[in-house]
């Protein structure tokens, strides 16, 4: 009895830590496409910018970011797409939190 609890709980931590490490390991592998500037619309942009507003609606919100190899937006931010590059922003504030090369899309190994 005290084994397959033993092994119950195993099978139940085991999954999320597994996914825990792919997480981080897509994150430091995603660190290399990071950029500190970037031109868009005729404009160069820093992380700390304010993204025009345009870029906070619906049809500009990128939902498929993992399929992009992006990493996961926090609760209140997400992904979209300015020039050639790929840009997390504040859902409230619009400010730019990071920005990512569209290279990012076909990781080099």
Same mark, same amino acid.
């Given at each position: 009895?005290?084994?397959? /609890? %033993?092994?119950?709980?195993?099978?139940?931590?085991?999954?999320?830590s597994v996914?825990?490490?792919?997480?981080?390991?897509?994150? !430091?592998?995603?660190?290399?496409?990071?950029?500190?500037? %970037?031109?868009?619309?005729?404009?160069?942009? /820093? =992380?700390?910018?304010?993204? =025009?507003?345009?870029y906070l609606?619906?049809?500009? *919100? *990128?939902?498929?970011?993992?399929?992009?190899?992006?990493?996961?937006?926090?609760?209140?931010? /997400?992904?979209?797409?300015?020039?050639?590059?790929?840009?997390?922003?504040?859902?409230?504030?619009?400010?730019? *939190?990071?920005?990512? !090369? /569209?290279? *990012? %899309?076909?990781? !080099?190994?």
């Amino acid at each position: 009895m005290k084994y397959s /609890h %033993f092994l119950l709980l195993l099978l139940t931590i085991l999954p999320g830590s597994v996914y825990a490490q792919n997480e981080r390991s897509n994150n !430091q592998n995603s660190e290399k496409y990071s950029v500190s500037e %970037f031109m868009a619309d005729f404009t160069r942009y /820093h =992380p700390g910018d304010l993204a =025009p507003a345009l870029y906070l609606t619906k049809p500009y *919100i *990128i939902t498929a970011w993992k399929v992009r190899n992006l990493p996961v937006p926090g609760a209140e931010n /997400h992904w979209t797409y300015m020039g050639e590059t790929y840009v997390l922003l504040d859902n409230k504030t619009g400010r730019i *939190i990071k920005a990512y !090369q /569209h290279d *990012i %899309f076909y990781p !080099q190994s």
